[in-house]
């Protein structure tokens, strides 16, 4: 008797307990439930929908197995289109298939063009292939170029070839130049050489220079490394000044160590000043210039 009543008041408190979960899950949201519905969520419960409801919800997901067969998404099921909704989407997946094959795209199927499309297609291939044998694609297949082309993109490759070796920008093949073309491309190179020895650039080659040249480089050079040293650069080599430079560059030191003395700025070393300077240095601080 005793176990029999304490069955009884378990189950009355676990049904008590669950009374709350479902209780609301009575009064559940109608509007949420039809949302979930629609988005395909585990909380959709059809059986809960009104008729109204259940027939908005088959609208949308018509509107949505429609959507997914015009754009070629999963799922979609073409038995569930109407008549017209089949002949529009026939009609654009032709279309499409016809686009795809004018631009060259793996997903063409030519089997579905009609002939006057593969005609069409054909004649877009073959001139993408002539563009890219023109322009020294690695996609140019030669085969396919008739004798004309085929002349034309020689002409072209030469003249590729002649633009990389004259600018030295791209893959030059000094093989396959014209002597007028190797007279042309050397003078261009020891031009651009020149300028590059000039004005103190990279890719100098000194011993491609006219004697002019290389005067008026070794001029520049002098000077550039002359106001590199005046500056206390990092760049200057003292080993190529001349004796009167390196008068100059001692002179101009000393004046600047005097200054940094007499008036406390700057790097001052007392040991490199005249016995003149430093009484006019112990005779009082100079005021700073403004």
């Not at 008729?51 to 429609?66: D, G, M, W």
């Not at 038995?79 to 909704?85: I, R």
């Amino acid at each position: 008797m005793n176990v029999t009543l304490r069955k009884s008041i378990w189950l009355q408190l676990a049904c008590f307990s669950l009374w709350p979960i479902l209780l609301f899950a009575q009064s559940s949201d109608p509007a949420q439930n039809l949302t979930d519905c629609k988005d395909g969520r585990q909380g959709c419960d059809r059986s809960k929908l009104s008729p109204s409801q259940s027939a908005e919800l088959a609208a949308a997901e018509h509107r949505k197995n429609v959507s997914n067969c015009r754009n070629g998404y999963d799922p979609c099921d073409r038995s569930k289109l109407t008549q017209p909704e089949a002949i529009a989407l026939a009609v654009a997946d032709h279309q499409r298939n016809v686009s795809d094959c004018n631009d060259g795209m793996r997903s063409c199927d030519r089997s579905k063009l009609t002939p006057s499309e593969a005609v069409d297609v054909t004649a877009l291939q073959h001139e993408r292939n002539l563009r890219s044998c023109m322009d020294g694609g690695d996609d140019c297949d030669r085969s396919k170029l008739n004798l004309p082309e085929a002349e034309t993109v020689e002409t072209a490759k030469g003249q590729l070839n002649f633009a990389a070796c004259k600018s030295g920008i791209g893959i030059c093949d000094y093989s396959k130049l014209s002597s007028s073309e190797t007279r042309e491309v050397t003078a261009e190179q020891d031009q651009r050489n020149t300028q590059n020895c000039l004005n103190g650039w990279d890719y100098c080659d000194h011993s491609r220079l006219t004697p002019l040249a290389a005067t008026q480089t070794a001029v520049g050079e002098h000077q550039r490394n002359m106001m590199a040293c005046e500056d206390g650069r990092d760049s200057c080599d003292y080993s190529k000044l001349t004796p009167p430079d390196t008068k100059k560059l001692a002179e101009a030191e000393h004046r600047r160590n005097y200054t940094a003395c007499l008036i406390g700025r700057g790097y001052c070393d007392p040991s490199r000043l005249s016995p003149t300077e430093i009484k006019m240095i112990q005779a009082g601080p100079k005021p700073v210039s403004q």
